[in-house]
């Protein structure tokens, strides 16, 4: 299983559609709410802020059911994320608490609580980018416990649902060599393995051989998947492929990469070790398609 991935929590979509029961669950002493703000998580130290109904009530006097997000249960133990528009007076009440993103946390945090808060910033993004109906241009609103916006426009009343970017990332590989990309707005060294987004009407398959060719000008045969994990940041599905190149020879053939080149499992260990190659992070599915092959 990679990062962001947890398979211990029931979502219970049921629940969604009763917010008077939510809140009187929200309100019990086995439910807990994660406080969030524009992708940011309130943190003490390296720990993120889960407060009781009571402690977010004390700040909030009419703490609303429009910013409340049940996000599950585990065990006896009941989720929820509270989007906040004004995080300054919550950090002013707690000791030593601070803004932090979720890609700066991963590293030290729970399986679970790095799940939890995985969905708690795609879902409060989502309503951020969200506040306005594509159809007609009425103001949405919050419903189903946070997992809809409805137009308030009665004529419309369109429902909205989440929005999950599909996207492919695939290890390409040539006899013994790996196929290693950087684009150019990358730290210095960084490098990683071809990915991009799925287009309408195209399998993943698809956009595998696609990609490959845009980017490297290179055919692709033997498209395996391997597995998927959701990227946060903001909103996708990352769809893990490992793929064969028919050919050698690289031609980049758009802005998006800087460089790209074969690399051979010595030759990556020697730049690793000497800081002139740098791989993607240790819990990023670009990372674990770099270390299956380098293990093989």
Known sequence: MFALQFDQ????????????QLRQIAQKANSTIL?????????????LLWLTWNELSDVFEDV???????????????????????????????QSVSLKGLRELIPVLSEADSFLANVAIGIEHWHNTHQYCGFCGHATYSTLAGFVRQCSNPECAKEHYPRTDAAVICAITYQDKILLVRQAQWPENRYS???????????????????????AGLTVTNIQYFGSQPWPFPQSLMTGF??????????????????????????????????????????SISRTLIEHWRNS
Request: glycine letters at 4%; hydrophobic letters at 35%; charged letters at 25%.
């Open 9 to 20: 929590l029931d979502r219970q979509a049921e629940l969604r559609i009763n917010p008077a």
């Open 35 to 47: 406080p969030v703000h524009r992708q940011q998580l309130l943190t003490q130290g390296d720990s």
């Open 64 to 94: 609303q059911d429009k910013h409340l997000i049940y996000l599950g249960q585990v065990g006896e133990q009941y989720y929820f994320s509270y989007r906040l528009t004004e995080p300054e007076y919550l950090i002013k009440q707690f």
């Open 193 to 215: 393995v071809i990915a991009g987004f799925v287009e309408p009407g195209e399998s993943l398959e698809q956009a595998v051989a696609r990609e490959a060719n845009e980017e």
């Open 242 to 283: 490992t793929a064969e190149a028919t050919h050698p020879s690289i031609e980049l053939k758009d802005d998006e990469l800087e460089h790209a080149s074969w690399f051979t499992r010595s030759q990556i260990n020697e730049l690793v070790d000497t800081g002139q190659l740098i791989l993607p992070y240790q819990y």
